[in-house]
Antibody, heavy 121, light 107 residues
Framework: QVQLVQSGAEVKKPGASVQVSCKASGYTFTPYYIHWVRQVPGQGLEWMGIINPSDGSTNYAQKFQGRVTMTRDTSTITVYMELRSLRSQDTAVYYC??????????????WGQGTLVTVSS | DIQMTQSPSSLSASVGDRVTITCRASQAISTYLAWFQQKPGKAPKSLIYGASNLQTGVPSKFSGSGSVTDFTLTISSLQPEDFATYYCQQYNSYPWTFGQGTKVEIK
């Protein structure tokens, strides 16, 4: 069965960086894009960006441009999301999600369990 | 960016009620719209894509409709497991954007 398993909770100080991993299993890795979505506690969902595991190409939300990097390792079937220069407003649960394409539609069909990142001095 | 506006932000309903949630896009998105259900402490679950296509395994009490800028999600007969927060999301263009959510609570 398709699974996306994320790394564990993190506590970081303001100004630091965090890397969250998302390990895929149960399907062929490279054909399916991976998105990152975050959710500040008690608030809604916010799209951060997308990576194509086949070639590593990315598209980031402008809000995170310059602070986020998404990468993948095809040997370990893992996608990574690094967020730099953390501030308290980055405290959130970060999700990875797989995109399925049924042309012309694209939708997020499987999600990781979420990783809580807490930014606090 | 395309703004997605849901209404209402919350609603109270009873088991067996028919519930409708609306979602409006700030510009035309054809039918490039998805709906998700989220329960506390859990990841969102895909319900509908393409505005009206039910995701595999989702019960037929859920239905979606609409196109261009106006969309609806309907739950035909609310059950205890349906009390959750529902989000719409557009995938017409980057950045993908979500509505602010509609919390469905027990009356």
């Amino acid at each position: 069965q398709v699974q996306l398993v994320q790394s564990g909770a993190e506590v970081k100080k303001p100004g630091a960086s965090v890397q969250v991993s998302c390990k895929a299993s149960g399907y062929t890795f490279t054909p399916y894009y991976i998105h990152w979505v975050r959710q500040v506690p008690g608030q809604g969902l916010e799209w951060m960006g997308i990576i194509n595991p086949s070639d590593g190409s990315t598209n980031y939300a402008q809000k995170f441009q310059g602070r986020v990097t998404m990468t993948r390792d095809t040997s370990t079937i893992t996608v990574y999301m690094e967020l730099r220069s953390l501030r308290s407003q980055d405290t959130a649960v970060y999700y990875c999600a797989r995109e399925r394409q049924l042309a012309p539609h694209r939708f997020l069909d499987y999600w990781g369990q979420g990783t809580l990142v807490t930014v606090s001095s | 960016d395309i703004q997605m506006t849901q209404s209402p932000s919350s609603l109270s309903a009873s088991v067996g009620d028919r519930v409708t949630i609306t979602c409006r896009a700030s510009q035309a998105i054809s039918t490039y719209l998805a709906w998700f259900q989220q329960k506390p402490g859990k990841a969102p679950k895909s319900l509908i894509y393409g505005a009206s296509n039910l995701q595999t395994g989702v019960p037929s009490k859920f239905s979606g409709s609409g196109s261009v800028t106006d969309f609806t999600l309907t739950i035909s007969s609310l059950q205890p497991e349906d009390f959750a927060t529902y989000y719409c999301q557009q995938y017409n263009s980057y950045p993908w954007t979500f509505g602010q959510g509609t919390k469905v609570e027990i009356k």
